[in-house]
């Protein structure tokens, strides 16, 4: 089953997903797009048209990413302003979204990238993905959980 996206075009499956998670990938335009549903959810719980007006609206939300990375690094030693790069954008049901910068050409970072979070256009925060990892590990040393 293919997804599509009023104003942006057709996502098609993604073949080899966790169990309990479904999710679809397109690239148009130069933009990567990918939408994740994890049960119980399901794909009538995903706000399609929002999912559109986000991807008209790319290249405002993109540089407000940019400009989020930019203040979260900006004091970083080896941060310059082209320091992210090869932006993806993913969904998931609801208004929380992100943008990944799968590149990130900063000292100390990792390459999974840098993730910016936004719920519907606003910015709520900006994750380097090495620290989720760290964290969870640390977590799970100490027997805590999220």
Do not use: K, Q
């Amino acid at each position: 089953m293919t997804i599509t996206i009023p104003g942006f075009g057709e996502l098609t499956p993604v073949d080899h997903t966790p169990e309990g998670v479904a999710c679809w990938n397109a690239t148009a335009a130069g933009t990567s797009v990918s939408v994740l549903v994890e049960e119980p959810a399901t794909t009538d719980d995903l706000d399609l048209p929002f999912i559109g007006s986000v991807l008209h609206d790319r290249e405002r939300l993109l540089a407000a990413a940019r400009e989020a990375v930019a203040d979260h690094l900006r004091d970083h030693p080896g941060y310059e302003a082209d320091a992210v790069a090869d932006p993806e954008f993913t969904f998931h049901p609801g208004r929380d979204w992100l943008v990944r910068f799968a590149e990130c050409r900063v000292p100390g970072f990792t390459e999974l990238g840098l993730v910016v979070v936004f719920n519907g256009d606003d910015v709520v925060g900006v994750d380097d993905l090495a620290d989720v990892d760290l964290a969870d590990e640390t977590d799970e040393a100490h027997g805590t959980d999220h």
